[in-house]
């Protein structure tokens, strides 16, 4: 409702004004987010669709990142090689392995002797602070939280993992 927008605006003008400096950057004819991926922009077009594939392209380049971080041994990559775009890169036990990434969150499987293991692998690599992403509240790059969650038997039956 218009009410409810005008109160998001009041609440969060960093916000807005974030997003209209987007949305003027799709009118100019191109977009970048932090971590560099270009989008092209003809005619003049922008709007919402501009600030959608900043956020979107910008939370797939972070969990591409975490996986290399993750997944560098497993895949024959050097230690240097993927220390390039990850500051914490953490490989998971070899008898663990991510069988498939939907949207923002990794499904993996492992044995449940190193289940501990594997989560706070898990939660060091994927909420280390991204440089790309530093402002003055957060200089050193902002670090996105992560919910952790397991289950004994199927995708369908989890839950969120509380430690040891």
């Not at 994927?126 to 790309?132: F, I, K, R, S, V």
């Amino acid at each position: 409702t218009a009410a409810r927008y005008a109160k998001w605006r009041e609440v969060m003008p960093q916000s807005v004004s974030w997003q209209q400096e987007v949305m003027a950057s799709a009118k100019r004819g191109q977009l970048r987010n932090p971590f560099g991926r270009a989008r092209l922009f003809s005619g003049g077009a922008g709007g919402p669709a501009a600030v959608a594939v900043v956020t979107q392209s910008t939370a797939a380049d972070i969990l591409h990142r975490a996986m290399i971080g993750l997944l560098w041994e497993q895949i024959g990559w050097p230690r240097l090689a993927a220390e390039k775009v990850v500051r914490q890169a953490r490989p998971l036990p070899q008898s663990a392995h991510i069988i498939a990434q939907v949207h923002d969150e990794l499904l993996g499987e492992c044995p449940r002797e190193v289940l501990d293991e594997v989560m706070e692998t898990l939660r060091e690599v994927m909420t280390q602070p991204w440089p790309e992403l530093k402002s003055e509240l957060t200089p050193d790059g902002l670090a996105i939280p992560v919910s952790l969650c397991w289950s004994e038997n199927s995708w369908g039956e989890m839950e969120i993992y509380n430690g040891k």
